[in-house]
């Protein structure tokens, strides 16, 4: 995935505002202000973070963090290898996978620009709580926009975000493939070893600690 495009969904989660707003009332509030926050922090703080990069993470974890539901997508990038795993490895991994998905966006927010945003018509399921809003970016010097989908759904209330799509290809189906390899080569203590081993890599590439 293009890291400048999947980093967008981040930031411009403040136009998904009026797309949500017709599926649930409330819904444009909790956007509104998360996506405004995010934007007017990182104009805020654009010398702090220059200077000390590893704030990304914090305001992520602040700001954007609560919006996504990290259960739900391990869950889902897990398949039904989740059900075969404890409790603990079951927390484990969702843990280091939530930190692999911050800090990756954390690292590609470092290089996000200004991109022109198309909403299209969103997708609806009048029978469950599940929304797709559909945008298309196109990023500075491209021709051609790239499709980005955010498929979301109400958690207690709030409407969160479960997958990203980009260009056609799903945010946990990518994952999914990989991590099912690993866990039938090697088990699930493996793969947490290695996202593990990644995320601290993630750090070191920028000489950033938590």
């Not at 890291?3 to 707003?21: D, E, H, Q, R, Y």
């Not at 290898?81 to 280091?96: K, L, R």
């Amino acid at each position: 995935m293009k890291a400048g495009v999947v980093i967008s969904a981040l930031t411009l989660m403040i136009n998904l505002a009026a797309a949500v707003s017709a599926a649930t009332p409330g819904a444009e509030d909790v956007v509104r202000s998360t996506s405004g926050q995010v934007i007017e922090r990182l104009a805020q703080e654009k010398q702090n973070l220059d200077a000390h990069p590893e704030r990304l993470y914090e305001l992520i974890q602040e700001l954007v963090v609560p919006h996504f539901d990290f259960p739900i997508m391990s869950r889902w990038v897990l398949g039904k290898a989740w059900n075969t795993i404890d409790a603990g490895s079951q927390e484990q991994f969702t843990v280091q996978f939530r930190t692999l998905l911050v800090r990756t966006y954390a690292k590609a927010l470092m290089e996000y620009s200004d991109e022109k945003v198309e909403f299209l018509p969103m997708e609806s399921d009048p029978n469950s709580n599940l929304v797709v809003i559909k945008t298309q970016v196109t990023g500075k010097g491209s021709a051609n926009p790239t499709p980005i989908n955010y498929r979301m759904h109400v958690s207690g209330g709030e409407w969160k975000v479960i997958d990203i799509s980009v260009d056609g290809v799903s945010l946990i189906g990518t994952y999914r493939g990989s991590f099912a390899a690993e866990i039938r080569k090697s088990g699930i203590d493996s793969l947490i070893q290695k996202l593990t081993e990644r995320n601290e890599r993630l750090l070191e590439v920028s000489g950033q600690s938590l």
